[in-house]
C-alpha cells in the first residue's frame, strides 16, 4: 500500500462534513508517507459569490496539517475552476496524478437513491482511481 | 432580414431565491428584440417540450430519468452552481423544443436569422450531467439534428465560459465543428488551446482562450488568425451560436472586457460564414447583468439584421495578443501529436 499510494487527493469546501474527509485522508498519510492534496473546486458562483474563501482554507489546512504532524511540503491546497466531480476527476491527471480520491459523504443528495445532488456518487460512477468516501 | 424566434414559454418557475440564472434574464433579452422595431420582420414560431428521441440524441437516458425524478420529487441542488425545481424539467424540454423549432423553421424556410431565448442555458450540460447552471444542453440537441440531416455545423461559442458540454458531447464527430472563445482561467477550467479533438474529429475543436482583462481586438485576433483558417476549410452548412453575453465588461460572472460593439462586430464575422439566409440561429446562453445583456442583444441583432441600433463603441487595447500566439504554437503541436497517433494506429 505505501509503495502505490503517492498522492491522495481529498475535496474540501471548509464544511464539517469535508473536513472529517481532510482528517481520515491526512491520518492515512501520516501512517503511509504519503503526500495530501487538499482540493477545492471554484464553481461558477465561486467569483460571484466570495472571492475570498480561499484564504480561510488556506488556515484551515495548515491548521489540520499541523494538527496531524504534516509538514508543507506533505500538505499542498489546490484550488481549481470548476465543478467538484470534474476536479477531482482531474486530480488523477498529470500534474497532481493522484492514486486516489477522498470525498466527505454529504449531498448525498436531497432525494435518496438518485445520482443527481450527489457528488460523491457522480464520483463512484465516473472515477477511474480508487475513491473513499469517508461518513460524517 | 427577417427574426425568427421561439415564442415565450412560461419560464418563472425555474428560479431559486439570489441565483444569477433567473428569470429577469430572458425579459432583458426580450427588451433587446424590442429595441430594434422589427414589426413584420420578426417570425415566431411555437415552442414545444422536445421528445425524448430528441434528447437521446446527446444525453444519456438515464440521466433524463434521473432529472425528471429529481425535479419531480421537489428538485434542489444539484451542485454548488446548479439548481432544478419542480418545473425545471418541463421547462428545460421546452427550452430545447424551442432551439429545434426555431432551426426548423430556417432550414425549411431558407429564410431569416434564428434567435432563441431561453432558460436554463446549455452548454455546460454533459450527456450525463447538469453543471454550471445548465439542465439540458440546448444547442447540441439542436445541432445534432442537423448533423442527422447530413449538414456540417459550425457551433460558435462566445460566452465568457468554456462551453465544456458542447465540446464533450461532439468531440468525436467530425460534422460538427467547436469553436469557442473564452476568459481563461475560469470555470469550467476546460478549454485549452491544446484540446482539438478526438481521433474521429482531429481539428474539429478550436479553443481560443483569453485572459483576464482581453478587449475586443483581442478577441477578434484569435478568430481571425487561429479560428478563421479551420472553419473556411470546413466549409460549414450551418451556423449555430452560443450566444452568452457574460463576456460584457459589466457582467459580475467575469473579467473580460467586451462592450455591445464589440458583440455586435463578432455577430458580423460570425454571420458570414453562413453559406446563406436561413442558415444562422443563435441560442442565448449567460449574460447576468441586465443592461449589458439587453444592450449586447440589440447590438448582435442588430448588426446580423442591418437595422440602425447603434451599440456602445467597440473594445481595443487590452491584455493578450501573446496568449492568443502561444495557443496557436500549443494548437499547432496538439494537432501534430494527434495525426501522428492516428497515423500509428492505422499502420497497426
Ligand atoms: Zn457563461
Redesign the pocket.
Given at each position: 500500500m505505501t509503495e502505490s499510494l503517492r498522492t491522495i487527493a481529498v475535496g474540501f469546501d471548509g464544511s464539517h462534513d469535508a473536513e472529517t474527509a481532510v482528517r481520515w485522508s491526512m491520518k492515512l498519510a501520516s501512517e503511509t508517507n504519503a503526500n495530501v492534496v487538499v482540493v477545492n473546486a471554484v464553481g461558477?458562483l465561486g467569483r460571484f459569490d466570495n472571492p475570498t474563501v480561499a484564504f480561510k482554507l488556506e488556515d484551515s489546512v495548515r491548521r489540520l496539517a499541523d494538527e496531524y504532524g504534516l509538514d508543507t511540503t506533505r500538505v499542498t491546497l489546490h484550488v481549481d475552476d470548476g465543478d467538484a466531480c470534474s476536479v477531482m476527476m482531474r486530480m488523477a491527471e498529470e500534474p497532481i496524478n493522484a492514486s486516489m480520491l477522498v470525498v466527505g459523504s454529504r449531498g448525498q443528495g436531497k432525494h435518496p437513491g438518485l445520482l443527481l445532488g450527489s457528488t460523491s456518487l457522480e464520483l463512484a460512477e465516473h472515477t477511474t482511481i480508487p475513491l473513499v468516501i469517508v461518513p460524517s | 432580414m427577417m427574426l425568427v424566434m421561439n415564442g415565450r414559454y412560461e419560464d418563472a418557475g425555474h428560479e431559486e431565491y439570489g441565483h444569477p440564472e433567473r428569470p429577469d434574464r430572458a425579459i432583458a433579452a426580450l427588451q433587446g428584440v424590442d429595441q430594434l422595431h422589427l414589426e413584420s420582420d420578426l417570425r415566431i414560431v411555437n415552442p414545444y417540450a422536445a421528445t425524448r428521441a430528441e434528447l437521446v440524441r446527446v444525453h444519456e437516458g438515464a440521466y433524463l430519468d434521473e432529472l425528471g425524478a429529481f425535479c419531480y420529487a421537489g428538485g434542489g441542488d444539484i451542485d454548488e452552481d446548479t439548481y432544478a425545481t419542480y418545473d425545471s424539467w418541463t421547462i428545460a424540454q421546452y427550452a430545447a423544443g424551442s432551439g429545434l423549432a426555431v432551426v426548423r423553421e430556417l432550414h425549411e424556410k431558407r429564410d431569416g436569422v434564428g434567435f432563441v431565448v431561453t432558460r436554463p442555458?446549455g452548454?455546460?450540460a454533459l450527456r450525463d450531467r447538469a453543471m454550471?447552471?445548465c439542465l439540458l444542453n440546448n444547442i447540441a440537441i439542436a445541432a445534432a439534428e442537423l448533423t442527422e440531416l447530413g449538414e456540417r455545423v459550425l457551433i460558435v461559442d462566445w460566452?465568457?465560459?468554456h462551453g465544456n458540454g458542447t465540446q464533450a458531447i461532439f468531440w468525436d464527430d467530425p460534422n460538427v465543428l467547436y469553436v469557442s472563445t473564452?476568459q481563461s482561467p475560469l470555470?469550467p477550467g476546460s478549454g485549452g488551446a491544446y484540446e482539438v479533438g478526438g481521433s474521429d474529429a482531429i481539428g474539429r475543436t478550436v479553443n481560443l482562450p483569453l485572459p483576464s482583462g482581453a478587449t475586443g481586438d483581442v478577441l477578434r485576433q484569435a478568430i481571425d488568425e487561429i479560428a478563421a483558417p479551420t472553419i473556411d476549410e470546413f466549409n460549414p452548412t450551418w451556423v449555430l451560436v452560443s450566444a452568452?453575453f457574460?463576456?460584457h465588461r459589466d457582467d459580475p460572472?467575469?473579467d473580460l472586457a467586451l462592450t455591445s460593439g464589440d458583440f455586435a462586430l463578432l455577430a458580423k464575422t460570425v454571420a458570414g460564414y453562413a453559406p446563406g439566409p436561413g442558415r444562422l440561429a443563435m441560442f442565448l446562453?449567460?449574460?447576468?447583468d441586465l443592461e449589458a445583456l439587453r444592450d449586447s442583444v440589440a447590438a448582435t441583432l442588430g448588426a446580423v439584421l442591418e437595422s440602425p441600433y447603434r451599440p456602445e463603441a467597440p473594445s481595443y487595447g487590452g491584455p493578450g495578443t501573446e496568449i492568443v500566439s502561444n495557443s496557436q504554437v500549443e494548437r499547432t503541436a496538439a494537432l501534430r501529436i494527434a495525426h501522428e497517433a492516428a497515423l500509428r494506429e492505422e499502420q497497426q
Open positions: 461558477m | 442555458p452548454h455546460h454550471g447552471f460566452d465568457v465560459h473564452h470555470f452568452g457574460d463576456a460572472m467575469a446562453e449567460g449574460g447576468y
